[in-house]
């Protein structure tokens, strides 16, 4: 479906570690830690959280523990789809809660065998894991595949949910019906069977759900939960949902004033109760933003924030522009995309980024200076994050991403990186490298390999990066899993 002075010693290293990242070399080792994990709750899948080798790291900032990789979860359907493969998270933290999502069995063409979780109560320290009940046929459900998972939490129900659009393998070809809610009222341990909150039918293109909460217990709208869905056989045509009751009913869908349409959107709930969507439009030509200031209960023309460019898509990866958003404590919104205006011929993408104070004046867009510009380095799936306890010139911010060499023909090697921000995105430390190289030949067939989204949470002042990384395949299939980094990362 439709990331003064002398040189320190250290430094050289770093750019011993640039010039071998470029040719897919790890530049060192670790020992690995032991980590603690806890019993898998009955009724979920037990999967052994390894982890990883250390992979090889840039210098950001003093960090008490090694950067190691912790393998959060395990693709148990080996029946269906592409066994052991896990793609596409999504992730949302709530005090020391930190619930995330992603596809399990991906299919060659499109969705997954069904939707897993892994929840931590405690800040990142331990984590159980399941597969949402009810959602496809091979638990229960109604549907043949599932995909696009979106967390988020109701503070005034005390409800956790995730979004999902469900899909119909029919004769006459895979349609996508229904976007459903799965819900959780003890932390995100155990799930409901889900609620349907849109099913356009048999013949239904829905795409590209998202969900989100207003938690500010002095928001005139605090409980008002917000989802979102395009219809590709509409023309993208945006719609919108609302539910007042921890998302045990939903409103009728709503468009906005213009009739919008797009694909990619999320959703940010400022303290004031104000909602603002954000998206890339059908042709992925230009980021939009439209808002809502009654609680959901009319929806805003859409306004243009910028234009945007893409390399072509003839590279290793598929490089659609879906955009990535956050919002730190003082409802400031941070808005990234991939775009390639800023390289020679427009060859090769970089990660952009603007900000706003209330979704309809925004700031100029600036590059994120990962790497100098005509690096080589092709910039791809991106997941912000922002500490909801900072905000302003002191805001920490978070962005994971994948990259490889935008030269590369043939079974590229894939990387996963983080890079952050601790005075709201003014300035960016030099990113670091968590995982990789992972070749294309490692990963599922079929579309985006490692699904249209990565993410980053915060807990607990620490950034939670959630990502896939496949190691060679062995025993007949792949091997690809998500995973966290043990500990989380301190800015």
């Not at 955009?323 to 775009?339: E, F, I, R, T």
């Not at 020679?344 to 979704?359: A, E, I, K």
């Not at 079929?446 to 993410?455: E, H, L, R, T």
């Amino acid at each position: 479906m439709r990331q003064k002075g002398q040189i320190h010693p250290s430094a050289m290293l770093w750019l011993t570690c640039i010039t071998l990242l470029l040719f897919g070399s790890a530049c060192a080792t670790g020992s690995t830690p032991t980590v603690q994990t806890t019993a898998t709750p009955t009724a979920m899948i037990p999967i052994k959280l390894t982890p990883q080798p250390t992979p090889t790291s840039l210098p950001i900032s003093p960090t008490p523990r090694p950067l190691q990789p912790l393998q959060l979860s395990s693709d148990s359907y080996g029946n269906v789809g592409q066994y052991q493969t896990e793609v596409e998270p999504s992730a949302f933290s709530f005090g020391a809660t930190i619930v995330t999502a992603f596809q399990a069995g991906r299919f060659s063409n499109i969705g997954s065998a069904n939707i897993a979780w892994a929840t931590s109560a405690d800040s990142g320290s331990t984590w159980k894991n399941g597969f949402l009940p009810g959602t496809t046929r091979l638990v229960g459900g109604s549907y043949d595949r599932i995909t696009d998972p979106s967390v988020a939490y109701d503070a005034r129900h005390g409800t956790w949910m995730i979004t999902t659009v469900a899909f119909l393998a029919l004769s006459s070809g895979i349609t996508a019906p229904a976007v459903l809610v799965s819900t959780s009222s003890d932390g995100g341990f155990n799930w409901n069977r889900p609620i349907t909150i849109m099913n356009a039918g048999n013949n239904g293109g829905l795409d590209k759900d998202w969900i989100a909460c207003d938690n500010t217990a002095s928001s005139p709208f605090y409980g008002h939960c917000y989802a979102e869905w395009d219809d590709y056989n509409r023309n993208n045509i945006v719609q919108m949902s609302t539910s007042s009751d921890g998302g045990r009913s939903w409103g009728a869908p709503k468009t906005t004033a213009d009739g919008t349409s797009g694909l990619g959107d999320a959703i940010l709930v400022q303290p004031t109760g104000k909602v603002v969507v954000t998206m890339i439009n059908a042709n992925q030509t230009a980021v939009k933003v439209f808002t809502s200031s009654d609680g959901g209960g009319n929806w805003n023309a859409s306004v243009t924030v910028a234009t945007a460019k893409s390399y072509p898509q003839t590279v290793a990866y598929r490089d659609n522009i879906l955009l990535s958003s956050a919002m730190d404590n003082a409802g400031k919104v941070y808005l990234v995309w991939v775009d390639c205006s800023y390289e020679p011929n427009c060859y090769g993408n970089d990660l952009v980024m603007t900000t706003s104070t209330d979704g309809q004046n925004w700031q100029p867009i600036h590059r994120i200076a990962l790497a100098q510009i005509a690096s080589g380095t092709y910039y791809y799936v991106s997941g912000l994050g922002a500490d909801p306890t900072t905000s302003g010139t002191t805001a920490h911010v978070g962005l994971t991403y994948y990259y490889f060499a935008a030269h590369c023909a043939s079974n590229c090697p894939l990387f996963v990186g983080f890079v952050s921000s601790v005075d709201g995105g003014n300035n960016w430390r030099p990113p670091t490298k968590l995982a990789g190289p992972m070749y294309a030949t490692w990963l599922p067939f079929g579309n985006n390999k490692v699904g249209d989204y990565i993410a980053t949470t915060f807990s607990n002042g620490l950034a939670f990066p959630i990502f896939a990384i496949a190691q060679a395949p062995n025993g007949g299939h792949l091997n690809e899993a998500m995973y966290t980094m043990a500990g989380g990362l301190q800015l």
